[in-house]
């Protein structure tokens, strides 16, 4: 597998850090565990969206383009890395940010990724929660084109079989992070929303016979649900890159939607609880939307014996931290309630 068949733009701070997280793991008193550092990657404060951009923005480039669309939630870490790298290269960048949450409050609305999208130059709209968020972009696509633009669509998240390519090279870069220190992880852990992070992961993984299960811990959609919109991506991402859509067996795409809580966006104790342990234990900021409930899920897992001790356990922080600012009222800290 030759990744650089593929047009890539490299701004990525990589390879990221993988690093042992001692005090955590003593707490626990589980399997060893370690922190894959994707919250790293650059781009306005990092993030895993930093790796799928490589390859997109180089396809945005090559078809050229001059504007860039893509959509998320009113928090989204997409967008906000999407205006960055937009900016950086000169493109006009339009955002559709769905209200998924419900939250209009001050530091929700404003803050956190909304600051920083405005900060970065982007043009922002919003849209009610339930919106078909693909028809949004391709109706603003056509208003840009009937004005001149060459706009260029990003599915939300970055996930397709182009984004996807940015973890088919983070399972390399890990996987040999590993080989050089001769570690051997047992399980990758991570955060799954859009798929493409699982899907690019899990398709690296079984292409290099690395024979380390990705588990994803998901921040939206059931557990079925979820298996299928990573499995369904890591075939066409396979078939993209000349693979038979088969190459992966469908029992290698492994879900678990028991730490979601009410609802994307929406906190759990749990997740309040794998914050406020990250930072106090380690000193490394999670987010409450993603990684949090992504680490919440690993420690629920730790407890209940499902990693076994002597084993080695990577949780892959995905970022976002920057959406903490947007909850501060969630950790019951003084002056914050
Ligand atoms: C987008 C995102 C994820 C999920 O990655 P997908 O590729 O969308 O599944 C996880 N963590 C953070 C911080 C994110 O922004």
Redesign the pocket.
């Known amino acids: 597998m030759h990744l650089s068949h593929y047009p890539r733009l490299h701004f990525a701070h990589l390879p990221t850090p993988l690093e042992p997280l001692p005090r955590l793991s003593e707490e626990l008193g589980g399997p060893n565990l370690w922190i894959k550092r994707d919250d790293c990657t650059g781009l306005s404060s990092g ?3 930093t790796r799928k951009l490589e390859f997109l923005m180089a396809d945005a480039l090559e078809q050229s383009s001059d504007t860039i669309i893509t959509q998320g939630a009113t928090q989204s ?2 967008a906000r890395q999407t205006c960055a790298i937009a900016a950086r290269l000169g493109l006009e960048c339009h955002i559709l940010l769905e209200d998924r949450t419900g939250y209009h409050d001050e530091a929700y609305a404003h803050n956190g990724n909304v600051l920083l999208d405005q900060l970065h130059g982007a043009s922002i709209s919003i849209r009610p929660g339930d919106s078909d968020m693909n028809a949004e972009m391709d109706q603003l696509a056509q208003k840009l084109r009937d004005d001149g633009k060459k706009p260029y669509i990003i599915p939300g ?1 970055g ?1 397709n079989e182009i984004g996807a390519l940015g973890y088919v090279n983070a399972a390399f870069e890990l996987t040999h992070q590993a080989n050089e220190r001769s570690l051997r992880i047992d399980h990758l852990v ?9 899907a690019g992961l899990v398709l690296g993984m079984e292409a290099m016979n690395s024979r380390i299960p990705i588990y994803g811990v998901s ?1 939206r959609a059931d557990k079925h649900k979820q298996e299928e919109n990573v499995y369904g991506l890591v075939q066409r991402t396979a078939e993209f890159m000349g693979y038979s859509p088969d190459l992966v067996a469908r029992e290698k795409v492994v879900a678990n939607s028991d730490y979601v809580g009410p609802g994307y966006g929406l906190p759990t104790d749990a997740m309040v609880e794998a914050v406020k342990m990250m930072a106090c234990y380690e000193g490394i900021l999670l ?1 409450p ?3 949090g409930k ?1 680490f919440s899920g690993l420690i629920d897992l730790v407890r209940q014996g499902h990693f076994k001790k002597g084993q080695n356990v990577v949780f892959l922080h ?3 931290s920057v959406s903490l600012f947007a909850y501060p009222n969630i950790f019951d800290l003084p002056g914050y309630q």
């Open positions: 993030g895993n969206k870490n997409h998240g996930s991570h955060a799954t929303g859009s798929a493409g992070t699982q921040v987010d939307v993603y990684a992504g995905t970022g976002g």
